[in-house]
């Protein structure tokens, strides 16, 4: 839990014995200890509560597989990418001759237009 070995927190014990001395120790032990029971009520409130609202289909739910740690952004880029349709294999001799010019960028376009003098395209139905 958070990388906490027994002897690191024998030492955050010895310190805090230092810093509040022997009378606070135990006061302050049985506050950590109600703030850690008190979380945990309220973790298993939302659970229960939890249940109740989904009914039966919260037993069916695979909760690991909703884990956000679990998610690889360069997996799931690498599985979309290769969930594509097969792409038809194309020679190099037909690639050469289907070759299509760059679309031009919006803003090259508007400029050409300005250039010529005509008015930018308007899409009437984009508003």
């Given amino acids: 839990m958070f990388g906490l070995t027994f002897d690191k927190l024998v ?3 010895v310190i805090a014995v230092f810093v509040l001395g022997p009378e606070r120790v135990p006061y302050y032990a049985s506050q950590l200890a109600r703030l ?3 979380a945990r009520d309220m973790a298993n409130g939302a659970k229960e509560r939890m249940r109740e609202e989904m ?17 690889d952004p360069r997996r799931i880029i690498r599985e979309a990418l290769l969930e594509d349709p097969a792409v038809p294999v ?6 050469t ?23 930018a395209p308007y ?5």
């Avoid at 069916?60 to 956000?68: M, T």
């Avoid at 299509?100 to 005509?118: D, I, L, M, N, V």
């Fill in 123 to 127: 899409d009437s139905e984009a508003t």
């Fill in 11 to 13: 030492i955050i014990g």
């Fill in 90 to 95: 194309v020679s190099p001799v037909a690639a």
């Fill in 36 to 38: 850690v029971r008190g």
């Fill in 55 to 71: 009914g039966p289909d919260f037993d069916e739910v695979d909760w690991k597989k909703l884990d956000p740690r679990q998610y």
């Fill in 97 to 119: 001759a289907t070759v299509t010019p760059p679309r031009e960028s919006a803003y090259a376009q508007r400029e050409r237009f300005r250039r010529e003098g005509k008015p």
